[in-house]
């Protein structure tokens, strides 16, 4: 059975991305969107924080786990295990085009820094994900985590993903902590990544 509980962040530090980097993010150069590079190094440093200060928000079932194995990130809420497409339940990420905007006003290709934010948590171990159901795309939607913290949570705790809460409300606590220290997307201003598709289907 799963259990569900929220996590506080207060006390917890996370650490400021360098202005080089910060630079290189808003420029859009590729440095920003591939791994290796500094800018994904960061992103590693940053999200490693997030999983050591963030609880995981539902904990790991020993019964039910769906799929276990290396995993690659396809997008900031997507990611692949041996061939098979996983949409992390409760999460929305913006999408890899996606672009925000700093506080300043600058440009940063915040869609491709998700993904790199979560290839790096990727990165670090094995994932174990445990089945929630199926998208509309027939992709199966599940709880993953790396060790022992819980992916979808880290990437709403760094800022770098919103929770859905169509789909529960576990995620609601943390992306509040987020907003409030003003972390990743939470820094500047941004489209909601459902309205930003829902934009491009129209046009």
């Keep these: 059975m799963m259990v569900e509980r929220s996590i506080s962040m207060n006390g917890c530090m996370t650490p400021a991305m360098p202005a080089g980097v910060a630079e290189?993010?808003?420029?859009?150069?590729?440095?920003?969107?591939?791994?290796?590079?500094?800018?994904?190094?960061?992103?590693?440093?940053?999200?490693?924080?997030?999983?050591?200060?963030?609880?995981?928000?539902?904990?790991?079932?020993?019964?039910?786990?769906?799929?276990?194995?290396?995993?690659?990130?396809?997008?900031?809420?997507?990611?692949?295990?041996?061939?098979?497409?996983?949409?992390?339940?409760?999460?929305?990420?913006?999408?890899?085009?996606?672009?925000?905007?700093?506080?300043?006003?600058?440009?940063?290709?915040?869609?491709?820094?998700?993904?790199?934010?979560?290839?790096?948590?990727?990165?670090?171990?094995?994932?174990?994900?445990?089945?929630?159901?199926?998208?509309?795309?027939?992709?199966?939607?599940?709880?993953c985590w790396v060790g022992a913290v819980e992916v979808g949570n880290a990437m709403v705790a760094q800022g770098m993903a919103l929770a859905d809460l169509r789909f529960g409300r576990a995620y609601g606590p943390v992306e509040e902590n987020a907003r409030a220290a003003a972390l990743g997307l939470w820094a500047g201003s941004f489209e909601m990544p459902w309205e930003w598709r829902r934009a491009r289907r129209r046009g």
């Design 24 to 143: 290189t993010a808003r420029a859009g150069r590729p440095g920003w969107s591939g791994l290796p590079g500094i800018a994904a190094r960061i992103g590693a440093a940053l999200l490693i924080a997030a999983l050591a200060c963030a609880a995981p928000a539902q904990a790991k079932p020993m019964d039910s786990v769906a799929v276990q194995g290396p995993a690659r990130a396809i997008d900031g809420d997507t990611i692949e295990v041996e061939g098979t497409r996983i949409r992390l339940h409760g999460i929305d990420a913006p999408e890899t085009r996606q672009s925000c905007t700093t506080a300043d006003g600058a440009t940063w290709a915040c869609g491709r820094q998700a993904t790199a934010m979560l290839a790096a948590a990727l990165a670090q171990a094995d994932v174990t994900c445990a089945a929630r159901g199926r998208d509309r795309y027939q992709r199966m939607v599940a709880v």
